[in-house]
């Protein structure tokens, strides 16, 4: 494979309360590679946006730290730059899209002015007239109908869906090599949500900047992302290509996760939930995060007496944090039984 | 009682007719009276100023004097005319739809004005004002014959005249609201299923400018009908915005129906106000979605669950207590769980405490607002397990609001897609989700993400263009004719009616085909 464009390594992060110490994210390392688009999957509070959000600088410093690692960019490390070098890097090189489009543009400030500002900070010496075409053209290219119009309206004159598009624009104004969308469809509806991300494959057709797209919607994730991360209570407990994940799934927690979800294609008698609720970060259960609402444990002691290490299987590049994950060797995850179930229903 | 010959048939049309009638009188009635009383509070505050504010000088009439001479003289009027000052507010802002204040401040009303002018003739005497009119000032005290006591007895005269208009109406109104009240408990006996909903609309006024004056409204159900039977699921789905959440409300009268009627077990409920409500819904319950913002942060678990039970008069000593602990064991709580503050739970637990509250009363029908919406996904899969065999085991129906669609299919026996504020499409979930023919439910199915990676690009999208457009001002004919892609000029025009169009279900749509949408496209 490729040299990876970002590499994160042993990545914690941390925030103190009056309750205790929340690891909010322990002991992370993952790769993104050019062009690639990776998904990372988790509930609430599993440290998938923290992750993200502590390479930008964007974690509040105090209440959080991060305690330890690297993220080396390009040859540099981000968790080492100054403020001043970050916001250089921030909207150029890396750029995010945030969650809620109804809360993350300035309600104040035109939006062709807020998309042009992203360029105008970066490189001030581009002429006006030049900045505007360019606003016009990215407004365009995310599909955003009349844009001659559109750039002189307030964010108050796009709907959800494309407010949402004019921030992919201002994130590719500067065609960032890392693109992060941080749940970027989980304030929209159905129809709006296909065209977003239908926006978000064409936007990438088009950079070709490496995507890092966190979701709890395992949906997105099997319709975009190349490879996955799941995240578990601040820890990566699965990575792999996403074709393997979702047909052999090598953790409990995303065997779990997959059998939760009630399908659109077929009838369930019923939901197999996992058992219990996700861990409290400040008081986690020792050993392997998952072991209290693991299926696999069997009251075995090494789950609880030992963080299971994220471990690579024999000749592919699918890493799973449980220490039987061998014991999951011949599982199928029931949307791989779908496939010849679906496939079957199509041709009768 | 069941009406089986086509005589009876007959009658109930004509019934039916004959209560819209009764509805718009009513309704118009309603507002009629509120127009009278809000102009009789004006007149009163009038009244006050004018006469009986000394400290107000609004004219160089020696107001004191005047004041002086009513004080003096006509304690007992004055006091009236304050009470009836003070009712006519009351009523004002107490009416909001209800009776008895227009009633009550009517009869002060008249009351008070009559003690006024039994004053103002005895003690006046001589000098009544309607003696002199036109004589100019006859009498040597001037002071009485100011303008000030003229205009107060024509003002009284007016706010008693008012207040009269204002209570008769009101009676009319009342009239006509129990008449209909009778006929729609006679339609109610031969209304299938145990809820049936018909030709709902609710509107929301969309105020604006100083007087708050109402320019417009908001289309949020326009009517629906619908027809729930009892122990199964109805799934209503559709996008924000399409009145699915304020449709669920109005069925419980959370929110006043604009018109249209609603049938529930055997009893017409559409104008039942409050008091009567109180019993409907003690067998039709809501969970709502929100299990954060649902729960009163201040009273603990036991305290939650078992208000329903102390409103409704069962919860007495420890039979009360068993009932809860046994509550709580049903949704998969602890009794020990009852003496906590809902900040201690998670959102899966709370949205059983929530479920055990709508539960309290064994209900017969449960609504439930997007009840696993704000979960996570892990979480989410037990609550769901949970309402399905709660409604096993109590025979519950269920009415389940979600836009989630894989969640509807799994709970729902039959599923209605909503768009706009109109059912656009109604059936069981596989006519549904296999065989939609509305276009709109076909690219809401195509727009879930597809869950299997290895089927990538296999299913036909159909990529909807722009936005829903705003329930404020809906378009012409079908509602989903801005962003059809079968958009005929018929479509503009002609507004599609929800019938069977050989597709074996209802749907509304005048070019109405059935379209796989979740098959997958070979060779693709």
Known sequence: ????????????????????????????????????????????????????????GLIPQPPGRIASGTAMFK?????KMSKHELRTFRGDEVAMVFQDPMTSLNPVLKVGYQVAEAIKTHYPKVPDGEVKSRVVDLLRLVGVPNPDVRVNQYPHEFSGGMRQRAMIAMAIANSPSLLIADEPTTALDVTIQAQVLEVLKNVQAETHAATILITHDLGIVAELCERVIVMYGGRI????????????????????????????????????????????????????????????TQGRARCHDEVPELRKAEGTEHFAACHFSDELIGHHSKFSEAVGAAGGQGSN | ????????????????????????????????????????GVLAFAVI?????????????????????????????????????????????????????????????????GAFLVDVMTSVKTFHPFMKLGAGAAHGASVVTTWGLDLAVAISFGVGAAAAAAAVTTWLWDVAEQRLDRGESTLAADKPGLLRIENLVTYFPIRAGLLK??????????????????????????????????LSRTILKLVEPTSGRI???????????????????REMQ????????????????????????????????????????????????????????????????????????????????????????????????????????????????????????????????????MYLGKIVEIGDKHQIYNEPAHPYTQALLSAVPIEEPSQRGKRKRIVLEGDVPSPANPPSGCRFRTRCWKAQPICAEEEPALIDRGQGHPSACHFAEIVRPLDLVSGA
């Open chain 1, 1 to 56: 494979m490729a040299e990876p464009i970002l590499s994160i390594r042993d990545l914690a992060v941390e925030f103190r309360t009056e309750d205790g110490v929340v690891h909010a994210v322990d002991g992370i390392s993952y790769d993104v590679y050019p062009g690639e688009t990776l998904g990372i999957v988790g509930e609430s509070g599993s440290g998938k946006s923290v992750s993200t959000l502590a390479l930008l």
């Open chain 1, 75 to 79: 040859g540099t490390d981000l968790l």
């Open chain 1, 237 to 296: 407990v699965e990575m792999g290509d996403v074709h393997t994940i979702f047909r052999a799934p090598r953790h409990p927690y995303t065997i779990g996760l997959m059998d939760s979800l009630p399908k659109l294609t077929e009838d369930e008698e019923w939901l197999r939930p996992i058992p219990g609720s996700p861990p409290s970060l400040i008081n986690r259960p020792s050993g392997c995060a998952f072991h209290p609402r693991c299926f696999l």
């Open chain 2, 1 to 40: 009682m069941n009406a089986t010959s086509g005589h009876a048939a007959v009658d109930l049309a004509a019934l039916e007719a004959e209560l819209d009638d009764l509805e718009k009188r009513a309704d118009a009635m309603k507002l009629l009276a509120e127009k009278i009383l809000a102009a009789a």
């Open chain 2, 49 to 113: 100023v004018t006469v009986f504010a000394p400290w107000v000088r609004v004219s160089r009439v020696p107001k004191i004097a005047v004041a002086k001479t009513v004080h003096g003289t006509m304690g007992l009027g004055w006091i009236f005319l304050l009470v009836l000052a003070l009712s006519l507010l009351v009523a004002v802002i107490g009416f909001r739809g209800r009776k008895w204040p227009v009633v009550a401040a009517g009869a002060l009303m008249l009351f008070g004005m």
């Open chain 2, 213 to 246: 004056r109402t320019v417009g409204h908001v289309h949020a159900v326009d009517g629906v009908d619908l027809t729930v039977y009892k122990g199964e699921t109805v799934g209503l789905v559709g996008e924000s915005g399409c009145g699915k959440t304020t």
């Open chain 2, 263 to 281: 049938y529930f077990n055997g009893r017409g409920i559409s104008r039942w106000g409050r008091r009567r409500m109180r019993a409907v819904r």
């Open chain 2, 286 to 417: 809501i969970v709502f979605q929100d299990p954060y913002a649902s729960l009163n942060p201040r009273m603990t678990v036991r305290d939650i669950i078992s208000e329903p039970l102390r409103i409704s008069g069962g919860y007495r000593g420890d039979r009360g207590k068993q009932r809860v602990d046994e509550l709580l064991r049903t949704v998969g709580l602890s009794p020990e769980h009852a003496n906590r503050f809902p900040h201690e739970f998670s959102g899966g637990q709370r949205q059983r405490i929530g479920v055990a509250r709508a539960l309290a009363l064994n209900p017969q029908v449960i609504i439930l607002d997007e009840p696993v919406s704000a979960l996570d996904v892990s979480i989410r899969a037990q609550v769901v397990n949970l309402l399905e065999s709660l409604q096993r085991d109590f025979g519950l129906t269920y009415i389940f609001v979600a836009h989630d669609l894989s969640v509807v299919r799994h709970v729902s026996d039959r599923v209605a897609v």
